[in-house]
Structures are given as structure tokens and as C-alpha cells.
């Protein structure tokens, strides 16, 4: 418990030290006047107060992420409490911070539009394709592990296919509402659910005090197949949103679009992503416990085979072993909530990138419908997809996971770009851009699901591409410090 009490302290210590300096590099200006407050519209340009902006931003990104990813990325064995940490802190709640105010520095526009801005029209022009994809694969695969655990909570006659049906229409209609009509209103009672879950996994861990591995135990990898899950991508492909996920910047506009104070920033985005990395280290000390043979033990586990791939079943047991019938029941919901309050966001953030693709003002009812019927049908034909094939929903996560992955490496570039142009410290981007694009590169060329080369042969690719891209990087410093197109 020491190594996993140490990563909460610095966590903490990392919002108060790293995001206060993060912010100071961005430079705020509170006097400035906020997209929200300069253009409302009633629709997606709404002002609201900070604390709820907070909770949907949490919400928002805290999808399944930090929680069937912490889960899985447990298996790897404590070197998921550093990635956590020191992904969270250096590398997501940055990459988070920084796409969002420069989106609120340019009326909240989309991803797409500020990675085009920085890196160049060919890459906005792939990325906004890239991203509304990655948005409905999100929409997607967000319904499976929350249709899962609420048919486990529901009569048999509601089952899983039944549940991801109901959360289907539910993102259709959340999509085309105005954001303050349901969002606004339904996100802070689900925010609550969550952290209530997260505050209740971590006082039964204080008060058992699970026997759970130390950093002063090792590193190495304790998967079950290390040779056909390497830590190096493995790990930084399975705990994603609780570190660093390129989703997180599709969502960050939606909330520049409702600010009404720079200010508020360091706390929306970056606090966010912090309180997401403890959610994340709270279920991956609990499943780091639950994978041993004390925990399965406790929890009744007579055959691991069928259980411990599945997160769904994990939290449950967990859940209800620890908080009982009742709180493992609120605890549960509130695993539901954010992967479902993230698939619909996502479907949201998908029609605002069209929307400014196409130059659509989206008052109209009609105009947001035009954006939104096609990309539905898209997704139910996916979905229909996933739900005829035993392994559909697992072949579209890996793509999901490593698509996901690769639009934060995209994200990171241009904020270090924006930084360069400016004058300011771009390492704080760089260095995690570097490191994520040597990640994402082994994954596709090593993975199964990529080109499925030899390990050793898809890390030295990697590698070497990387550091071209960094000398590229400085090659072409002088040039953008000579740029200000802001």
C-alpha cells in the first residue's frame, strides 16, 4: 500500500506544482472575453458555472478508460501506478489543458481545425476525417461494457443486446439537444455516481489493507504472455484514459464553448485528467489485489479463466465484495455512467467537427439532424456488426485503442508547434509527442490487428522514425519561432 498511497500524493502534488507551471506557460488572461460569453448560442455555445463544467468535462473523458483499462493494465503489474502517474501529470492532463485553451482562444474550434492550424491543411484535412471516425468508434464500443454490467443488475428478460439498444437512442437524442437541456443537467447527478464509486473502492482498500505489490518489488512485466504483450506498447495502449488519450482533446472544445473565465481552465482540464488518473490508480490497486491469489480467494474466484478478462465481471465482484448489495450497486452505476456520458459526447463532438468542416451553424434543428442521421446510421451499422461477430466488439477496441492513441501523438505535435511559435517551453509537449509516437508506431507495426511484424524489428523501426521526426522537429525550429499566426 505504500507505492500506491506515494502515487496518490503525487498526483495531487502534480496538479498543485506541474499545473499551476503549465499554466503559467500558456499564459492566461482572465479579462479576456470567452467564445461563451462573446457568441452564445443556445445550443453548443451555452455559459455555465465552473463546477458543472468540471463535472461534465470529468465525465466526458472518464470513459471506460479509467477504469476496464486501469483493470487490464493491472495485469502488467505496478509499472501501471507509474505510467498512471507520471502519464497523467506530464503527458494526458497537459495534452489536455493545452488543445483546450487553445480552442478557446479560436471561438472553441474543433481538434481537426487547430491541428490543421499548426501542422498544415493535409493533416487537417486527414485529421478530420480521423476524428469523426474515432468519435463513432467511441460512441460504439462505449456501449458494451455499460450494457454488460446493467444487464447484471437488471431481470434476464433486459439483457445486454437490450441495454445497448436503450443507450443507443439515449446518445441520440443527448447529441441534438441543446448541451445545458440534458448534459448540463443529468452529467453532475453522474459525476457524482463515479466519484462516489472511486471514494468508496478507496476506503476499502485503507480499510482492508490488501496485500498489493510494491514498486520495491520489480517493474518487470507480470502478464500472462509477456511475449505477446510486451510492457513497451502494451502497457501505454491499455491504460489510456488514465494517463493520456487523444479523445480527451475531441472533448476539451466542447467545454471551451461554455467557459466564461480563463481562469477556469487549469481546473477543467487539467484537474480533470487528474482526478481521472486517481480514478484510474484507485481500480488499478483494487485489481492489482484482485488478480492475486489472496484476492481471488476473497472474492470467490473458483475459475480466473472465465473471469479475469472480463472488466465488466471485475467490477462487479469487486464492487459488491467490498460496498455490499447496495453500494456496489452505486458503485456500479457509476462505472455505467462514464463510459455512456463519453459515447454520447462523442457523437456530439463528431457533429460540431463537421459542423465547422462544412460551415454549418447548428441553431437549426434541421442542420443538426443533417449532420447527425447519416453518422447514426454509420454507427448502427457497426454496431450490428459487432453484435454478429463473438469477437466484433474486441477487433473494433483495438482499433479504437491504437486509433485513439495516435490522435494524441497528432495533438501533442501541434501543441508543441504552438508552443515553438510562440517562444515558449515546447519540451513540455515534446518529450510526451516523442514518446507517444514511438509507442503508437511499435503498436501497429508489432500488434496483431497492424502489420504484426517481430518485436524487435517493430521497436528499432520505431525508434529510428522517431528520432527523425525529432531532428525534423529542430530543423525546422528556427522557422516557426519566426511564425506568429496568432
Known sequence: MISFCISLVVLIAGFLIYGKFVEKVFGIEPNRKTPAVANPDGVDFVPLPAWKIFMIQFLNIAGLGPIFGAIMGAKFGTSAFLWIVFGTIFAGAVHDYLAGMISLRHNGESLPETIGRYLGITAKQVMRAFTVILMILVGVVFVAGPSDLLAMLTPETFDARFWIFVIFAYYILATLFPIDKIIGRVYPLFAIALIFMAIGILIMLFVTCPDIPELTDGLGNKSASPENNPLFPMLFISIACGAISGFHATQSPLMARCMTNERQGRYIFYGSMVTEGVVALIWAAAATYFFSPEGQAFFGV???????????????????????????????????????TSGDTAFRSARLIVADFLHLEQRSVVKRLM???????????????????????????????????????????????????????????????????????????????????????????????????????????????DVDKI
Do not use: H
Not at 467490498?322 to 462514464?338: N, T, Y
Open 371 to 481: 449532420i447527425c442521421i447519416p453518422m447514426f446510421i454509420v454507427a448502427i451499422l457497426i454496431l450490428i456488426y459487432s453484435l454478429s461477430d463473438p469477437a466484433g466488439f474486441e477487433k473494433i477496441w483495438r482499433y479504437f485503442a491504437w486509433s485513439n492513441q495516435t490522435l494524441a501523438t497528432f495533438t501533442l505535435w501541434a501543441i508543441t508547434v504552438y508552443l515553438a511559435q510562440k517562444k515558449k517551453p515546447y519540451w513540455i509537449t515534446l518529450i510526451p509527442a516523442l514518446f507517444m509516437m514511438s509507442v503508437v508506431l511499435t503498436y501497429i507495426l508489432f500488434d496483431r490487428s497492424g502489420i504484426a511484424l517481430s518485436y524487435t524489428v517493430s521497436v528499432t523501426t520505431a525508434v529510428v522514425v522517431t528520432l527523425l521526426s525529432a531532428v525534423w522537429f529542430f530543423l525546422r525550429l528556427p522557422k516557426m519561432q
Open 302 to 340: 473458483t475459475e480466473p479463466e472465465k473471469v479475469n478478462g472480463n472488466s465488466a465481471v471485475i467490477v462487479n465482484l469487486l464492487s459488491t465484495g467490498w460496498l455490499g448489495v447496495v453500494g456496489g450497486a452505486l458503485a456500479i452505476l457509476g462505472v455505467v455512467a462514464a463510459p455512456i
